[in-house]
């Protein structure tokens, strides 16, 4: 199953980010990084961006896969 990852050139106050690759999930109907709440999108913010879609694996952001380990921890 293939996902989507974002990399964020600069953050909303054009910034320079580090050049990671983020997991995206929907907040409040927009496109935002897990771990730092980046919104991005056409329209959505001012952050500039790359979006690529891989099979497998691509997170390079330690937080973002610190926090998908934790999710993946919970037993419902």
């Known amino acids: 199953m293939a ?25 409040g109907g927009s496109n935002v990084g897990l771990c730092n709440g980046q919104v ?3 329209g959505e913010g001012h952050a500039k961006f790359e979006v690529k879609i891989v099979q497998r694996g691509g997170i390079t952001c330690p937080m973002c896969l610190s926090m998908i380990k934790a999710f993946k921890r919970v037993k419902l």
Not at 8 to 27: A, K, S
Request: hydrophobic share 35%; charged share 25%.
């Open 3 to 27: 996902h989507n990852l974002v990399k964020f050139i600069t953050d909303e106050d054009g910034e320079p980010m580090e050049p990671l690759w983020h997991y995206p999930v929907v907040t």
């Open 40 to 42: 991005f999108g056409e």
